[in-house]
DNA sequence: GATGCGTGGCG
DNA sequence: TCGCCAAGCAT
C-alpha cells in the first residue's frame, strides 16, 4: 500500500484491510473482487491485484521465501519491497531504496546527475552504507533509520541540515547544494482528455455500472457506462447508452499521473434500462470499488438526479 | 530505459 | 491555482 502512498492516505485503508483479511491465508482464499472493493479509492490498482496473486503464491509455496531473490520473484515485490520486507521481517542486511534513500544518498554523495539516470549510483552508495558494522548488526533499524531522516529531517525541501547526524559528512551540505538534490528530468506536461459517462437509474433506483477490463488503467474497476476519452471535447450524447431524458449535470476533473480527464456528467431516469453491464442499488454504491474519479462523477450526478 | 499507472495533501 | 511529491512495479 505505501509504495507511492503516503502513511496518511493508507492508514485507513490498512486498518480495515488487515481486519477483513487477517493474514496470507484469508488473503489467498478472498476473490479479487473482494480486494478490489476494499482498496477502491487507494489508487494504482495494480498493486491490489498483484497483493491478491502474491498471497496466493505464497501460500501455494507454502509460507514466505525468506532471502532476496525469492521475495523479488513475487508479484508486485520489486528490489525495494524485497529488501524492505528482507530487512524488516527477516533481519537480512539488505538496504530498501525507496524516495527517501534516493534524496539521502544523492545528497550525501553530493550526485548532481539526474534522477533517473543515476538510480543505479545511489543504490550502490546505499548498499555501501548499509556496510557499516552498526547497519549490518540492526538491518530493520538501519532501513528505517534512513527512512526517518529522510521523511523528517532530510525533506524535499527545506532540509534540516542542523539537526542531521550525518551532516559532517554530506557533501551536498558542504557545497550548499542540498535542497537542490536529487535533481530530476522534467516531466514532460500533462495533456487533457475529454469523455462523457452517463448516470442512469430505473424505476427501482437501480443504477447501471460496468466493469472495466482487468489490465491497464483502473483495471478491474467498476465505472458508470460512458465514452471513450479522446483529445478533444464534442458532444457525447449521441453515445448515450440508451435513450433516455438526458440531463447534463455537470463537469468532473480528475487528473491521473500522465493525463488530466475531464468527464461530462450526464443523467436520466428510466422505466427500464437496456443496456449493457450490470445494476446496482443507487444508495448503496459505498459497497462498489469505485475509483475516485467515477466516486466524484456520482456526486455530480446525484445533485440533480437523487438516488 | 521509458512509459503507464491513482490519489490526496501541501507550499 | 498548480506543480510536486509519496515506503515503486511491470512491461
Not at 501455494?60 to 508479484?75: E, M, V, Y
Not at 534524496?103 to 557499516?132: E, H, N, W, Y
Not at 499521473?257 to 443523467?267: K, P, S, W
Request: overall charge positive; glycine content about 8%; hydrophobic content about 50%.
Amino acid at each position: 500500500m505505501l509504495q507511492q502512498t503516503t502513511v496518511v492516505a493508507v492508514v485507513p485503508y490498512y486498518e480495515k484491510f488487515l481486519i477483513r483479511f487477517p493474514d496470507v491465508a484469508a488473503l489467498a482464499a478472498a476473490s479479487v473482487e473482494a480486494v478490489m472493493q476494499a482498496w477502491a479509492g487507494l489508487g494504482y490498482y495494480a498493486r491490489a491485484r498483484n497483493l491478491h496473486a502474491c498471497a496466493q503464491a505464497v501460500v501455494a509455496r507454502g509460507g514466505f521465501p525468506r532471502d532476496i531473490d525469492g521475495l523479488r520473484s513475487l508479484p508486485g515485490i520489486g528490489p525495494y519491497t524485497a529488501a524492505a520486507i528482507a530487512a524488516i521481517a527477516f533481519g537480512v542486511p539488505a538496504v530498501p531504496v525507496d524516495g527517501n534513500v534516493e534524496r539521502v544518498m544523492s545528497r550525501v554523495c553530493g550526485i548532481t546527475d539526474p534522477l533517473p539516470v543515476f538510480k543505479p549510483a545511489i543504490a550502490a552508495a546505499a548498499r555501501q552504507a548499509g556496510i557499516d558494522p552498526a547497519a549490518q548488526a540492526r538491518p530493520s533499524d538501519f532501513a528505517q533509520a534512513l527512512f526517518d531522516l529522510g521523511a523528517g529531517i532530510c525533506t524535499p525541501t527545506k532540509p534540516n541540515c542542523l539537526l542531521c547526524p550525518w551532516q559532517g559528512d554530506c557533501v551536498a551540505h558542504r557545497l550548499g547544494i542540498a535542497a537542490e538534490l536529487p535533481r530530476k528530468l522534467a516531466k514532460a506536461k500533462r495533456p487533457v482528455r475529454y469523455g462523457a459517462v452517463f448516470w442512469l437509474i430505473d424505476a427501482n433506483g437501480q443504477a447501471l455500472l460496468r466493469k472495466r477490463k482487468p489490465s491497464g488503467l483502473l483495471g478491474g474497476m467498476t465505472e458508470l457506462p460512458g465514452t471513450e476519452w479522446r483529445g478533444d471535447p464534442w458532444n457525447a450524447l449521441a453515445e448515450a447508452p440508451m435513450a433516455a431524458p438526458w440531463r447534463a449535470a455537470g463537469q468532473v476533473v480528475h487528473v491521473f499521473t500522465h493525463f488530466e480527464l475531464r468527464l461530462e456528467v450526464y443523467a436520466a431516469q428510466v422505466e427500464v434500462i437496456v443496456a449493457d453491464g450490470f445494476r446496482v442499488d443507487a444508495a448503496g454504491l459505498a459497497d462498489a470499488a469505485l475509483p475516485s474519479v467515477m466516486r466524484k462523477c456520482v456526486a455530480v450526478a446525484t445533485r440533480i438526479l437523487p438516488s
